[in-house]
């Protein structure tokens, strides 16, 4: 056994692990990134870049397809899947080298394999130990599925979906959140059929209902079909297919199932717990530091219960290592933290829905709703949508919901306006370049403010 020490010894090379990493080596610190893959982790190679990089070959396909409606001519022929792939991956490959050259240029030790927390500070791999004064935890998470639905097969997870090599006449996909939207409308933008099975009412029902609402609507004349409120029973394949069945006896036939329910924390078989790292339903504990029960053992990115987003992983992981490193950063609250879906319309938020709104300040909120066909730069780009915001009665914003093509972009001015606090009324005077999506946001907050221009 060869012991190595370090100040920080963080285990998991992902978006929260990578970066600890490089704030604390920029701090001075000397780190030791432990990683069984390839630094990046799912967000780089399994999740949001190789994902979006598909979303974007959907959304050309969709152009060339819509060409004639611009006065361009242009026919669609179809997808390529090797060349999608060869696309995808060489986006991926890029940034990866970009990043491993950046972990170098910063003197960060890369372990490649598979850590195991210790007692005292210390992670093993294989016959190493490598000591901490402190040990940031990032092992990420990974692709949940329900009792009894085995994975494998024409049974995929995003990342099956992800690697498939052909493009599918026939998918249903289990689960109406972020991912089952995502690939819904990927698989739709290349042609197939598409159902999706929600449990609940809506799809993406963690957002303002305004949002979920339209998202159906715009699925509905993608001609994406989604059955929602209804559970999912069982699914049995073959050579040919799979065929789906629902708890209110109906059946479902297709190419493949993709399911879309969720990622658990990868924290089994780790070691955590033997270490006094308490586990609370596999979630790490953390107090509001990102400590665990275990000093000097810190957690970040989806092992953390909250939003399993790559940019909060970044956050924590920062935050986390300025603290290591005697700084006093400030903790941001979850409700800060902007969300996007990708998917065509895509579906972007910061801050409470009007529901959460009214439980924690009951009658005093306002809210706006501004639609996207009252917006020249939408119309001219044929997208539809809406903008909704929500504020405090004579107080502050405290959400902003958005549905179209390209809004996406936009989240970030929400973000601002809930992070400070703004008031419309704050922001009213503030004008935004005409002709762009973004006056859609300035016109819902001249409506909260009192003084609508473009809207009654
Ligand atoms: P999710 O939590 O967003 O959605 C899962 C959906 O499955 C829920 O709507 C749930 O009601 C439904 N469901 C659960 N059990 C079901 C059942 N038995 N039958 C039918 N429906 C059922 O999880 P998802 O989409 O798997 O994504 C995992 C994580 O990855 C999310 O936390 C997400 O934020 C993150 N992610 C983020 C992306 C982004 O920011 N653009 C892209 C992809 C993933």
């Known amino acids: 056994m060869t012991e190595h020490t370090a100040d920080l010894v963080v285990l998991g090379g992902g978006s929260g692990g990578y970066a600890a990493a490089i704030r604390a080596s920029e701090l001075g610190k000397s780190v030791v990134l432990i990683e069984q893959d390839k630094v990046g982790g799912t967000c780089l190679h399994r999740g949001c870049i ?41 986006i991926v490959a890029k940034k990866f080298k ?26 093993a791999v294989g016959d190493d130990v490598y000591r901490g004064t402190d040990v940031i935890l990032a092992t990420g998470s990974y692709s949940r599925s329900l009792p009894g639905l085995e994975l494998g097969g024409r049974v995929l997870t995003s990342e099956g979906a992800l690697a498939l090599e ?22 739709r933008s290349f042609g197939a059929e598409v159902t999706i099975v929600e449990a609940l009412d809506h799809l993406v029902p963690n957002e303002d209902l305004a ?14 079909t989604a059955k929602l409120g209804i559970r999912f029973a069982g699914v049995t394949q073959s050579d040919a297919g799979v065929q789906v069945s629902l708890e209110d006896g109906s059946t479902i036939d297709a190419d493949y199932l993709l399911v879309a329910v969720g990622r658990g924390p990868a924290t089994a078989d780790l070691g955590f717990e033997d270490a ?68 065509s319309p895509e579906v972007a938020s910061v801050g409470l829905t009007e529901a959460q709104a009214r439980e924690k300040h009951g009658d005093a909120v306002a809210t706006t709703e501004f639609n996207l066909a009252g917006n020249g730069k939408s119309e001219i780009i044929g997208t539809a949508g809406l903008v909704k915001v929500v504020r405090v009665t004579d107080g502050p914003i405290v959400g902003v919901h958005l549905l179209g093509d390209r809004v996406g972009e936009l989240i970030t001015e929400g973000q601002l306006a809930v992070g400070w606090e703004a008031h419309p009324e704050d922001l009213a005077p503030l004008i935004h370049a005409h002709p762009t999506q973004s006056e859609a946001l300035g016109e819902a907050f001249l409506a909260l403010a009192g003084k609508p221009l473009h809207a009654l």
Do not use: N
């Open 50 to 90: 190789p994902t979006k990089a598909l979303l974007h070959t959907a959304e050309v396909a969709d152009h060339v397809r819509d060409a004639a409606k611009v006065g361009v001519g242009a026919s669609f022929t179809g997808i390529d899947p090797a060349a999608v792939t060869a696309y995808r991956e060489g």
């Open 166 to 187: 052909v493009v599918p006449d026939r998918v249903v996909i289990l689960g109406g959140g972020v991912i089952g939207v995502e690939f819904a409308s990927v698989w």
């Open 211 to 224: 949002l979920s609402k339209g998202l159906e609507r715009a699925f509905r004349k993608r001609g994406i």
């Open 98 to 123: 970009g990043l491993e050259g950046l972990l170098k240029a910063r003197g960060i030790t890369v372990v490649t394999g598979s850590g195991r927390l210790l007692a005292d500070h210390g992670v």
């Open 276 to 343: 006094d790292v308490t586990l609370d339903r596999s979630f790490v504990t953390v107090d509001e530091r990102l400590q665990t029960s275990a000093a000097h053992v810190w957690a970040v990115g989806d092992i953390v219960p909250g939003l399993q987003l790559a940019h909060r992983s970044f956050q924590q992981g920062i935050f986390v290592a300025e603290q290591i490193a005697g700084l006093s950063p400030v903790a941001v609250a979850e409700t800060s933290i902007p969300r996007v879906i990708y998917s």
